[in-house]
């Protein structure tokens, strides 16, 4: 599904697939739908997915469109086996184009001028080496995964102890989720989420892009945090706003477990590789930086909630 290249492509939205076939065309179709100004192009990488999204993303048809942005290039890259969702990203950037790079999740939908105005945004802020925009819920709720502090130990402590739930507003507490900070504006945080991440290029190719060391889960989190080490900003603009369902490859969410269709299997690797991600993130970035006896309470505390995690799904 080759459309006429076009020079000068602003964006490239990569979208990694695996069993979301509905949602993914629905996510394509929103993109179509709603970019009015801005040349683009879509890069589909599917993980081998068993539901059809193949053959229905080989079907896909473009509907015509008045005023509406260019789509420069349609692409679908076929993957044999589950890769992961950093190496299927990868894979994705080496076969891109535009300005800016767009990590999307296919259990997202892009509402009215998001894109085009995430583009405007990072134009006109060239220290800012990613962005988000709201990403919003099922529920309405931010999905706080797009708003995030790292997670020093302090910071996690107070997350998991609910310390941060009791003090929402308070600096000392809320660093994990940044709950201190205005959501009405837009302001510079700590990460975002692969759900929705627009990143420079030039940001990108000098983090030499996704950490393939993480399967899934954890790999948006390094990635921002090595723009960080490098000077990059990371801005939260809630102008600009998406409707993410999440987790509904891994099924164990429980906002999204009824568009779920994975299996036993699927939802034992999604557990397991968050909190593998967990640990590598610590071991990566923190293991050198804080006294044994708490990286050892910290690897405890991941491999409790790991444990419970397992529990509360039946695996």
Request: with cysteine; hydrophobic share 40%; glycine share 6%.
């Amino acid at each position: 599904m080759e459309r006429a290249n076009i020079n000068n492509i602003d964006i490239s939205i990569i979208i990694v697939s695996y069993n979301t076939k509905d949602l993914l065309l629905n996510c394509i179709r929103s993109i179509v739908d709603t970019v009015k100004k801005t040349k683009y192009e879509i890069i589909v990488v599917d993980n081998a997915s068993t539901d059809g999204t193949c053959g229905a993303i080989s079907n896909f048809k473009f509907q015509p469109r008045l005023n509406r942005g260019q789509i420069s290039n349609f692409k679908l890259i076929k993957s044999d086996k589950n890769i992961g969702y950093s190496a299927a990203n990868n894979i994705g950037v080496k076969q891109s184009k535009g300005r800016f790079v767009l990590f999307l999740n296919p259990d997202t939908l892009i509402y009215e001028k998001t894109i085009d105005g995430m583009v405007k945004f990072m134009d006109e802020n060239e220290k800012v080496g990613a962005a988000t925009c709201f990403v919003e819920l099922p529920n309405k709720e931010l999905d706080d995964a797009a708003h995030r502090g790292f997670p020093t130990p302090w910071r996690a402590f107070s997350h998991f102890s609910y310390l941060s739930k009791i003090f929402p507003q308070q600096k000392l507490f809320s660093g994990y989720s940044l709950s201190h900070l205005d959501l009405e504006h837009s302001h510079d945080i700590d990460a975002c989420a692969g759900a929705f991440m627009i990143v420079r290029r030039e940001a990108g190719e000098e983090v030499k892009w996704w950490d393939e060391s993480f399967f899934w889960y954890g790999e948006d989190l390094d990635f921002c945090y090595r723009l960080k080490e490098k000077g990059w900003k990371i801005f939260f603009v809630p102008d600009y706003k998406i409707l993410h369902y999440k987790g509904v490859s891994g099924g164990i969410k429980n906002i999204s477990r009824h568009l779920s269709i994975a299996d036993k299997e699927t939802k034992t690797q999604a557990i397991n590789a968050r909190f593998k991600a967990m640990e590598v993130f610590y071991n990566k970035h923190y293991q050198n930086k804080y006294p044994f006896i708490i990286s050892s309470l910290i690897k405890t505390g991941i491999k409790s909630r790991w444990f419970m995690s397992r529990l509360r799904n039946q695996i």
